[in-house]
């Protein structure tokens, strides 16, 4: 149901964009959003987006990440500017149907920041 793509090797400081494609209209899904999961570390919740669009980040990634959803493409996007090596992490997407609640996840994309 979800296709997280956009994973790769970037300085930092830099720029990503990771994106997650929903196989099913975006309408159906309510709060969708990103987490990641470092080596030994637990799965931390990055950012989230509403279906109107409000948006939550973690403290560690304020004003450096943006989390969007484009309705046409049926895709949630983080944009990933400035990035840390702290940052690095194995990142999922993450989304709930609106109907019943349940959950799906991505299948994760590596995210790794060279100091």
């Known amino acids: 149901q979800l296709q997280a793509s956009g994973g790769g090797l970037v300085q930092a400081g830099g720029s990503l964009r990771l994106s997650c494609a929903t196989s099913?209209?975006?309408?159906?899904?309510?709060?969708m959003g990103w987490f990641r999961q470092a080596p030994g570390n637990q799965r931390d919740v990055v950012a989230t987006?509403?279906?109107?669009?409000?948006?939550n980040y973690a403290d560690s990634v304020k004003d450096r990440f943006t989390i969007s959803r484009d309705k046409a493409k049926n895709t949630v996007y983080l944009q990933m500017n400035s990035p840390k090596p702290e940052d690095t992490a194995v990142y999922y997407c993450?989304?709930?149907?609106?109907?019943?609640?349940?959950?799906?996840w991505g299948q994760g994309t590596l995210v790794t920041v060279s100091s």
């Open positions: 993450k989304a709930t149907l609106r109907h019943n609640s349940y959950t799906y």
């Open positions: 099913a209209n975006i309408f159906h899904f309510g709060k």
């Open positions: 987006i509403s279906s109107d669009g409000t948006t």
